[in-house]
């Protein structure tokens, strides 16, 4: 199969497409023809020696297919099925890809929209409960618009909760689309959330690791009030929790999703789509920040 690989750390002009062995399921897997893959943030760290020492690599932790093959033990799914979910090989941007944790496409998704859910409805799902957002609480998320923030204002949105969303200006019409109250980044934030919540918030998650954890702190009342899933440095720094996979990870998310979706409750726009032979060109995009939605390679012209 073909499958994209990095042989050396750099800029995307190291990703190559390569020729490995094809993957197969091992218990309680099932192994998919992938359709479409998720392209992540994580994708140009380890490309750039940030995460993972060891070489060769190959990259993607979510993607969508159609089931090819089933471990054992598989008794939920069958040959044919449309399914999307978690790599935990790290090797989902390939023509097949084994999935250790999986769930149905919700009918109303396409592959490329279905291989954009997984990495931000669990993180954003995670990260909610982890803070124990529940009806009633006023959450502030910063970073609201992104694909994971835009998840977390929904998740929060459909749990009860008022949410207050930090983002640029020109994705602040997004934001009130989804239920939020929005305000912008920058100096006078705390003043600005104030003029809409004067006692503060109740409980914030940082998505954008802009640096603004003293103020989510003053905001919420104390450091154990607010997680953070970028700014690994300033949790240590000011107390604050940092949410990671190793400690637990939502994977209830998958089989939920679909309810919300068909429901009209939850939405991930695509913000592109590339051809898995243009990985470089994808993250390309990624890295240059001001995406809203998701970017998604395909494995062929018809997904």
């Known amino acids: 199969m073909k499958a994209v690989r990095f042989s050396r750390f750099g800029g995307p002009e190291v990703l190559e497409l390569v020729d490995l062995p094809d993957p197969q399921p091992g218990p309680g897997e099932v192994r ?14 380890k490309r750039q020696g940030l995460m993972d020492e060891g070489l060769p690599q190959t990259l993607g932790y979510e993607a969508a297919g159609v089931v090819d093959a089933l471990g ?4 939920d ?18 023509e097949l890809a084994v999935l250790s944790f999986y769930a149905p496409i919700p009918r109303s998704l ?12 669990e993180t954003a799902t995670r ?39 930090i983002a640029s200006a020109a994705n602040h019409e997004y934001l009130r689309s989804l239920g939020a109250e929005p305000v912008a980044y920058g100096e006078g934030l705390v003043e600005r959330v104030r003029a809409l919540s004067p006692d503060g918030v109740d409980l914030a998650l940082d998505v954008a690791g802009s640096g603004v954890l003293p103020e989510l702190i003053e905001l919420s009342g104390r450091p154990d009030h607010v997680v953070t899933i970028s700014d690994f440095a300033g949790a240590q720094k000011y107390g604050v929790t940092f949410s990671r996979g190793d400690s637990g990870r939502a994977l209830h998310v998958l089989g939920e999703i ?3 979706i068909e429901a009209g409750r939850f939405s991930l726009p695509v913000a592109r789509t590339f051809p898995l ?5 994808a993250q390309r995009a990624g890295e240059g920040g001001h995406v809203r939605g998701k970017i998604v390679l395909v494995a062929d012209a018809g997904v």
């Not at 040959?79 to 090797?91: H, I, K, N, T």
């Not at 124990?132 to 459909?158: C, D």
């Open 32 to 45: 998919i023809r992938v359709r479409a893959a998720g392209v992540n943030a994580s994708d140009w760290k």
């Open 110 to 121: 396409d592959f490329a929209g279905a291989a954009a859910l997984p990495a931000a409805i």
């Open 127 to 165: 990260a909610l409960d982890q803070l124990g957002v529940a009806s009633g609480a006023t959450l502030l998320v910063n970073g609201a618009s992104g694909a994971i923030g835009s998840a977390a204002v929904q998740f929060a949105v459909a749990r009860g909760a008022r949410v207050i969303g």
């Open 277 to 281: 032979a243009e990985v470089a060109e």
């Open 72 to 75: 054992e033990g598989v008794p």
């Open 258 to 260: 679909g309810e919300l």
């Open 77 to 94: 799914v069958a040959v044919g099925d449309r399914v999307f979910g978690f790599s935990g090989e790290g090797a989902a941007q390939a």
